[in-house]
């Protein structure tokens, strides 16, 4: 059924829906139904722990320190000496390429110790490498070339962490490039961990970003990628390092939970970034990486996991014979690693901490994952002179512990140039909140507190378009996240095609239990509703709202054409202004996951907060037209 057909079957069903209340319920009951039954059925090669990993990120929200570390300190008097280890194999034609992003840091080199670690190149790689060395080595602390058997990539590291004595040592691949700033901005945020909880920092890799979820307001995650991550010596000491028993892929993984394990976070560091050429095009298999990581989970699962996962990651890993081969060779390498596997099994069925921690487990992946694996960072963007964009957020009193959160969030932004506008319904409760926050944003974050007369939703956003000074604007609710990257993936779209007036991208809907005092909260399912899905159209746009409100930017003359929200609206009136801001003019739908929004679990209170969105549907639409009937005339 084309969506042309579904607008005509809903048109009929509206004014039914709407009369009768306990159509909403047993909608909603069935929404809810369909999602725990798609949760169990999942239950095979989907952890019980998933969730609860979740929630355990989510919880982190509420720890001071846990904000803190994720904002860098200022620029040091002195930076500490690190530690950096490359594992070389036939990488010669990566070698020039990384050493002159390495060289043209603004780290102090003499702050570095170099290691190579090469694991029986057959190729140039070493001879090169010694050759780039002999002219540059007297630049940094020290340098030093290991040669050695190839025992994989997490041996291959050890082999230089035993070698270093730095308190923090990057581990890295040769296949990536350095951008300017990226060992200082790591090594910055990482001296912003003063209790010494933290394990690992990870860099963020263009152009195609590691798609795993991490927590927007803490920027903790599960697992680290070690293409390129900064790990605190210490940790990695008390915990044994790699498992010299993994080859490659899944290394980082297991030291990641081994590190959790044994009570330590996880960061990823969005702010640093480097350029990563791991695949050549989107979406490609490399054969090791098909073996590696299969035989790798499996270890994980029966290290980590409870007896369910062990029994489905042996079931799935057999499967796998019986499936299509991606690549020729593929079963045999899959039955090489069996027999590995059975070999060490015992091995892996001891090795972790005693701290309590969750272990996702998603099939042959671990996290929950993002829309947009090979949506390309605009690489060639990057350095755009910064574009002010304003963000606006309308909140209330007690509100307080959501609007810190999103707040936080806008910090953590990788795009430098933001405005934030917090504007208070009624009063000034939260002024002295928004203060706090603003005394830790960056340099490039500027902050503005906004009371407003108490007259809703709709004038409060208004109040805050009209002091906007950006050339976009977007909107952000108290209680919705942004992942790092929203708004440098809007506005680099925005800036590469002139014709566009917005662009709007994915988000996760979260269904959230908040506490009656609004202190606390249970985020209980994440979901990407498919409507969401949806290349700009229209016609589509005026049947129902397929943008979330803090999804989208927009440029600044779509309001000073149209105006704000119709201050008669409270509900619907985002889709209101869309309406009006869509006619006529291109948006833009980027597939990637860049926000989150909360809608409540509670389905008493969904069936009620559904009938007011329908009850509001006939006069939003209504007022859209009018309006643009007027400013037409």
């Known amino acids: 059924m084309s969506w042309l057909d579904k607008k005509k079957f809903r048109s009929l069903l509206r004014p039914i829906y709407l009369r009768f209340g306990i159509l909403r319920i047993v909608r909603q009951k069935y929404l809810r139904w369909h999602i725990s039954v798609s949760s169990k059925l ?81 190729d140039d790689t070493v001879s090169q490498i010694e050759l780039l060395l002999a002219e540059v080595r007297s630049r940094f602390a020290s340098v030093r070339i ?113 590190f959790r394990s044994y009570g330590y976070v996880l960061k990823y560091v969005p702010c640093a970034t480097v350029s990563h050429f791991t695949y050549g095009i989107a979406g490609q298999i490399k054969p ?34 019986f499936l299509p081969s991606p690549f020729v060779g593929a079963k045999s390498l899959l039955l090489k690693s069996a027999w590995s596997f059975c070999f060490h099994l015992p091995h892996f069925l001891s090795g972790k901490g005693d701290r309590p921690a969750y272990y996702p487990l998603r099939g042959f992946d671990y996290e929950m994952t993002r829309d947009g694996a090979f949506y390309e960072v605009q690489v060639s963007a990057i350095d755009v002179e910064p574009v002010l964009v304003t963000i606006i957020t309308r909140t209330y009193k007690g509100r307080g512990v959501f609007l810190e959160q999103a707040m936080q969030s806008v910090l953590n932004q990788t795009y430098g140039a933001i ?137 600044r003359e779509l309001y000073e054409r149209h105006g704000g929200f119709d201050p008669a609206l409270e509900q619907l009136e985002d889709w209101n202004l869309w309406l009006r801001y869509g006619h006529g003019n291109r948006f833009v739908y980027i597939p990637k996951t860049t926000s989150l929004f909360r809608s409540p679990a509670d389905q008493d209170v969904r069936s009620l907060r559904h009938g007011l969105l329908h009850q509001a549907y006939d006069e939003a639409k209504y007022r859209a037209a009018a309006s643009l009937a007027t400013l037409n005339t």
């Open 42 to 122: 999942h239950v095979l090669w989907n952890s019980v722990d998933n969730l609860p990993a979740l929630q355990e990120l989510s919880n982190r929200r509420f720890n001071r320190d846990a904000l803190l570390s994720a904002i860098a300190v200022a620029r040091p008097d002195e930076y500490p000496e690190i530690d950096i280890s490359v594992v070389s194999y036939n990488s010669s034609r990566w070698i020039k390429a990384f050493f002159a992003s390495l060289l043209g840091q603004n780290y102090p080199l003499v702050k570095i110790h170099f290691f190579v670690v090469d694991n029986e190149s057959q």
């Open 146 to 258: 290991i040669q050695q058997k190839n025992l994989g990539f997490g041996a291959g590291h050890d082999r230089a962490f035993m070698c270093g004595t730095s308190e923090y040592c990057l581990v890295t691949n040769l296949d990536l490039e350095f951008l300017p700033n990226s060992l200082c901005d790591v090594v910055r945020v990482a001296l912003s961990d003063d209790a010494g909880v933290v394990a690992s920092w990870e860099l963020r890799q263009i152009p195609y970003e590691h798609p795993k979820y991490y927590d927007p307001v803490t920027l903790e995650t599960h697992w680290s990628s070690h293409a390129c991550t900064l790990i605190r010596r210490s940790a990695y000491v008390k915990v044994g390092g790699y498992d010299p028993h993994i080859f490659m892929y899944a290394e980082d993984v297991e030291l990641s939970y081994r």
């Open 288 to 321: 090791l990486q098909f073996s590696g990581s299969s035989i790798g989970n499996l270890y994980i699962r029966f290290r980590y996991g409870n007896m369910l996962d062990r029994f489905s990651g042996a079931v799935f890993y057999c499967a796998r014979f």
């Open 419 to 555: 405005e934030l506008l917090v504007v208070e319904d009624g009063g000034e409760s939260l002024q002295e909140l928004v203060a706090s926050v603003a005394e830790r944003a960056p340099s490039g974050c500027k902050i503005r507190f906004l009371s407003n007369p108490k007259l809703g939703r709709s004038a409060a956003g208004n109040a805050g378009l009209a002091a906007a000074a950006g050339s976009f604007l977007m909107f952000l609710d108290d209680d919705d996240l942004l992942f790092s990257d929203h708004v440098e993936t809007l506005v680099m779209k925005l800036l590469l095609d002139e014709t566009l007036s917005a662009a709007y991208s994915l988000s996760i809907e979260v269904q959230t239990k908040i506490d009656s005092a609004m202190d606390s909260y249970v985020e209980e399912t994440f979901h990407t509703p498919s409507l969401f899905r949806q290349e700009w159209d229209y016609e589509v746009l005026l049947d129902h709202n397929f943008i979330p409100i803090q999804a989208i930017l927009f440029k």
